[in-house]
């Protein structure tokens, strides 16, 4: 995925990383309230140097930085990783400073992502994991028709109690039908 030219929202930008931004992205991914909805096997760098390491490698997999626009600062990460072009799928993951949680920058970080792998890879289905106690999560990705496909119970332990790992997906023909439908209605109230 060629992100030369960053993907560009309202409020936000994703883009690589930039090297003076390494320690402050590590700061957000460490934290303990990124670590505790993080799934312990996403591919979230812990150190600068497997940071460093990530953000070296040039293949489908992609590791951006989520930046405020208006203050030019890095405030999270999303990943699309473990890409499959043989099987056309791929698994994306979002980590927000808890700073920036509930301003709509994963709605925004979504719409953005969403459209650069639908246009820009081979992929017919997105795949995100998500705890079940990890509500605003689970509403973000309903808002953009990820459809649950299953449950993992009592998967991971957290909080002195197990949980269960959510599944969803989102398939090309459903992300461009809503894509059809939204552009419909934006025709209809001109």
Not at 11 to 23: A, Q
């Amino acid at each position: 995925m060629d992100t030369k030219n960053y993907l560009v929202g309202e409020t936000i930008y994703l883009d690589r990383v930039k090297e003076e931004d390494i320690d402050e992205l590590l700061s957000i991914e460490n934290s303990y309230a990124t670590k505790f909805l993080a799934d312990d096997e996403l591919p979230y760098p812990q150190t600068r140097e497997e940071l460093e390491n990530t953000l070296a490698v040039e293949s489908p997999n992609q590791f951006l930085g989520i930046y405020n626009s208006e203050r030019r600062e890095i405030i999270g990460s999303v990943a699309v990783f473990n890409v499959n072009l043989v099987h056309s799928n791929c698994e994306i993951g979002l980590s927000i400073s808890e700073y920036w949680q509930g301003e709509g920058v994963g709605t925004e970080t979504f719409e953005l992502i969403l459209g650069h792998i639908f246009n820009n890879l081979p992929v017919n289905k997105i795949k995100v994991e998500v705890f079940d106690f990890n509500e605003p999560a689970i509403k973000l990705y309903e808002k953009f028709n990820f459809h649950l496909d299953g449950r993992l119970r009592q998967e991971i332990f957290r909080f002195g109690e197990y949980h269960d790992l959510l599944e969803y997906s989102l398939l090309r023909e459903e992300y461009e039908a809503e894509l059809a439908s939204e552009e419909n209605l934006n025709n209809e109230n001109k």
